[in-house]
């Protein structure tokens, strides 16, 4: 069955560090990622997706990820973290062809001044 | 407007109340999903419904009902609720159900509460 796993719970960085968040997943064929934050009080809001083609995978608020195949991961990175950045980020992977997300448990992003 | 709408924000509700969770959508969707978000958990789908009918209920209990009446609008019934089903409860939607590169989009949640 298909999994995702983030293995961060609590990441801590300084405002203008890099971030790169882990997200490994368990399935078969070529899996469909997404990554998604949770801003305190909000919902879930799409950061970026992987569906097919180039790797490396351009998101909304300076984020990117990049699909590698042969480690099962899609890991999400950021050059320089805002304040704003902290959050709690989601992997999750399509289950089949069915639509339904399969999520990681998420990792919470504490940004430092 | 913000494309997925839920109400209200918080519910504080006694394990005999009746209570309903309201979602709306005005993205022109087709597909509508409920799901429960608990404290260091993964999201749990629980009910997914497309056209107004129900296409997937994840073993819910029966103490949660959703309705569909079109498919701009979900509630969730509450009814009998334990304190266990404190969580954080999402509405999202997507354009239709059963397709791999669909995004969801989501509301904000509706935090309840139960004493």
């Known amino acids: 069955a298909q999994s995702v796993t983030q293995p961060d719970i609590h990441i801590t960085v300084s405002e203008g560090a890099s971030l790169e968040l882990r997200c490994n997943y368990s399935y078969g064929a070529t899996p469909y990622l997404f990554w998604y934050v949770q801003s305190p009080g909000q919902g879930l809001q799409l950061l970026l997706k992987?569906?097919?083609?180039?790797?490396l995978v351009q998101g909304i608020k300076g984020f990117e990820a990049e699909f590698k195949r042969s480690q099962s991961s899609f890991n999400l990175r950021k050059p320089s973290v805002h304040w704003s950045d902290a959050a709690e980020y989601f992997c999750a992977v399509v289950r089949g062809n069915t639509g339904k997300l399969i999520f990681g448990q998420g990792t919470t992003l504490q940004v430092k001044p | 407007e913000t494309g997925v709408t839920q109400t209200p924000r918080h519910l504080v509700m006694g394990m005999t109340n009746k209570k309903s969770l309201k979602c709306e959508q005005h993205l022109g969707h087709n597909a509508m999903y409920w799901y429960k978000q608990s404290a260091k958990k993964p999201l749990e789908l629980m009910f997914v419904?497309?056209?107004?009918?129900?296409?997937e209920n994840n073993s819910v209990p029966s103490r949660f009902s959703p309705e569909c009446p079109n498919s701009s609008h979900l509630f969730l019934h509450l009814h009998t609720l334990q304190p266990e089903d404190s969580a954080l409860y999402l509405c999202?939607?997507?354009?239709?159900?059963?397709?791999?590169?669909?995004?969801?989009?989501f509301g904000a949640g509706t935090r309840l509460s139960v004493l």
């Open positions: 992987y569906f097919s083609g180039d790797t």
């Open positions: 419904y497309s056209l107004e009918e129900r296409v």
């Open positions: 999202a939607s997507s354009q239709e159900w059963g397709i791999a590169k669909n995004i969801q989009y």
